[in-house]
């Protein structure tokens, strides 16, 4: 099923000058796929490395930051024991990242409210993560913005309302995002399944379906135009 809300008027959800359009001078998107033959497993395993090749992606543009990733079917989460089962790894990415310095400015991008929060804080994982309850008409969904800065979650309050345009947190730095390069993960859910504060943002290949039905393109569902 498509869902489309084209007619609400999005903010930034980083706070760079852009809304509906990416701007390519500021934004370049970044293949960390399996098919990226420029991206050996040894970048994708050490956290330096894969810092490294991102840096220099962006640089190479002359970008500000880099953006991609929905759908992707991605080796680097063989470094972190969050995603193994056996010898099996969960590999397909949920949402959509947005690589840019520690620091950057996190907004909301549509009014909602606070439906959970959490430090998840095992190696590889999401470190600082905020869920967001939006309603647009007679649909109601989730937005969830992971890899942040520790203290995005100091005062927070279930329910608390979030205006449009409203900075809530910035991008933290590798010790508080759980050893990552800086970026936001940003995860558009139609359901939460219960679960507060997490929500799977890799799932197995073989329940790529499923969870790709629940959690829809952010740039097909919010009507960016790329």
Excluded at 8 to 23: G, T, Y
Excluded at 124 to 149: E, M, Q
Excluded at 154 to 163: E, I, N, P, R
Aim: aromatic share 12%; with cysteine.
């Amino acid at each position: 099923m498509q869902y489309s809300i084209l007619g609400e008027d999005f903010a930034p959800v980083i706070q760079l000058p852009f809304a509906r359009k990416f701007n390519r001078g500021e934004l370049v998107p970044i293949d960390l796929s399996t098919a990226n033959g420029e991206l050996p497993r040894a970048e994708a395993m050490d956290l330096n490395r894969l810092t490294d090749y991102v840096d220099s992606h962006i640089k190479k543009h002359g970008a500000a930051g880099a953006w991609g990733g929905y759908g992707e079917k991605r080796d680097i989460y063989r470094r972190s024991g969050v995603f193994a089962e056996s010898e099996t790894f969960r590999n397909i990415h949920l949402g959509i990242d947005f690589w840019l310095p520690a620091g950057t400015e996190v907004a909301a991008p549509l009014t909602g409210q606070i439906h959970s929060f959490a430090d998840n804080d095992s190696s590889g994982d999401y470190g600082p993560t905020i869920i967001l309850k939006h309603r647009a008409g007679n649909l109601t969904f989730y937005s969830l913005y992971g890899h942040l800065n520790r203290a995005a979650l100091t005062g927070l309050k279930k329910g608390q309302y979030l205006h449009r345009g409203e900075v809530f947190a910035e991008l933290g730095q590798p010790e508080e995002n759980k050893d990552w390069p800086p970026h936001l993960h940003f995860q558009l859910m139609l359901k939460t399944e219960g679960m507060r504060g997490d929500y799977p943002g890799v799932c197995f290949e073989s329940e790529r379906e499923k969870y790709l039905a629940n959690c829809p393109d952010p740039v097909r569902f919010l009507g960016w135009e790329i």
